[in-house]
């Protein structure tokens, strides 16, 4: 069997090569092939504690309620809840929330938190304009919203 060549190669192997340079337009190297680089957005500061109240659509039951941000790495926050249910029970739970600023200036906010069998998983989808913070939680059975402003420290 005569195989021919071409510049010194087998010529299967000269046109792989060339119709693989016509499908690609330049070979591969590492950085052509490397994940891409994700860059959080930069987000307005939203460290600090905020005041306001939480109010349940589906019951009707409303009460105080503080969240104190505390800013993680890539546009994320631990935000701690706290407050009043029936105006003497009190709640305290933590939630990681993730913002991300929009072009008019707000930022965004959304997460959730599972809080056991009998309360289930809360999710929340906020949006913060200024030193307002509004958001509507859900959960197995109950949703509301939360209704806070930037307390004077911060």
């Known amino acids: 069997m005569i195989h021919k060549t071409l510049l010194g190669l087998p010529a299967v192997?000269?046109?792989?090569a060339a119709s693989?340079?016509?499908?690609?337009g330049q070979p591969l190297n590492a950085a052509d092939t490397a994940p891409p680089t994700i860059v959080a957005q930069p987000v307005i500061d939203l460290t600090g504690t905020w005041d306001g109240q939480w109010?349940?659509?589906?019951?009707?039951?409303?009460?105080?309620?503080?969240?104190?941000?505390?800013?993680?790495?890539?546009?994320q926050y631990s935000?701690?809840?706290?407050?009043?249910?029936?105006?003497?029970?009190?709640?305290?739970?933590?939630?990681?929330?993730?913002?991300?600023?929009?072009?008019?200036?707000?930022?965004?906010?959304?997460?959730s938190k599972n809080l056991g069998l009998?309360?289930?998983?809360?999710?929340f989808q906020g949006t913060v304009t200024g030193n307002q913070f509004h958001a509507n939680y859900s959960?197995?059975?109950?949703?509301g919203t939360?209704?806070?402003?930037?307390?004077?420290g911060r």
């Open 13 to 16: 192997a000269v046109v792989f």
């Open 20 to 24: 693989l340079w016509l499908i690609v």
């Open 55 to 75: 109010s349940s659509r589906s019951t009707g039951h409303k009460g105080p309620m503080t969240a104190t941000f505390c800013r993680l790495d890539n546009g």
């Open 79 to 111: 935000v701690t809840f706290t407050g009043k249910f029936c105006a003497l029970i009190p709640f305290r739970y933590r939630a990681v929330l993730v913002a991300q600023q929009n072009p008019d200036g707000s930022v965004r906010l959304h997460g």
């Open 118 to 123: 009998l309360f289930g998983t809360f999710r």
């Open 139 to 143: 959960s197995k059975s109950d949703t």
């Open 146 to 152: 939360f209704r806070m402003t930037r307390s004077g």
